[in-house]
């Protein structure tokens, strides 16, 4: 895709980014604030090939006889660098490799560009060496971070950034539960696929209904029942950051329903968060938030995970 493509779905950010090289704006870092955008990578391929190709090209009838768009659709352009989450997180090695590749001089282009799918995922030591690398631009090298939860990210590499707001996607209520989340949690077409038609998944949204209705209803009980409930289903590190991540999802649709506002995700299951956000005020729901987020995070420094959730319970307690 090109970046014409993207003119009727997200025509803000298309006409800052055309802008931003028509008018020699071009920033250092750009942060795609991507919204949960399923074409969000396609977008930022299509940005990366206008920076990189001689021609700027924007379209597909042009770019179809341009060798140098099609290298960088085949994945075969030196000076682009794709970086994606292997496994859970972004590892410091996998922004060190990048930083040597890129020490070298640029043979194909003048320019040379990287892109980080899932900025959030990066641990701690990768967002450190990440935000040197900022700190020192470059003028040849110009970097596109993407985000769907841009509150995840160090303030300090925000600030780096030229942020890119995407429109909302609307999540009409014709696909399922499982479809919406696929697309948000997942990053490549491949996985997306995957995680939609394992059946397993739906026993996964299942059990982050079943504890917040058996914590909001009975949280003395929580911890008793935490292993058939929460640790049947999410049985790992990577389990476990899907399991708060659904929890994250399933408070922000409560809190939804709390404000009069539409829900996003847990159409599925609308009648169980109804009678939640009956329970709680917005207030309760935001510091339910607040824990869960910041216990997410203390996955990323390899916190002990079976001790990790009953830390979790007894914080939301204690900020009850
Ligand atoms: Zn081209």
New binding site residues.
Partial sequence: MMLDDFKQEQPIAYKILLNSVKKNRCSHAYLFETKHYPKKNELALAFA?YLL?P?H?TNSIE?DS?H??KRIDDGNFTELKIIEPDGAWIKKEQIDELQKDFSTKSVESKQKVYIIHSAEKMNASASNSILKFLEEPEDNIIAILLTDNIYQLLNTIISRCQIISFQDFPNSKEHSTLEIIANMIKNTNEEIEEFKNDEKNIDKLDAVVRFVQQYETDHKKILLNIKSIWFNTFNDREGMLEGLDLLILLYKDILNISLSLPMDIFHDYENHLVSLSHMLTPVDICHRLDVIIEYKNYLKVNANINLLMDKLIIELERRR
């Fill in positions: 090939k190709c021609h090209h770019a341009c140098i768009c």
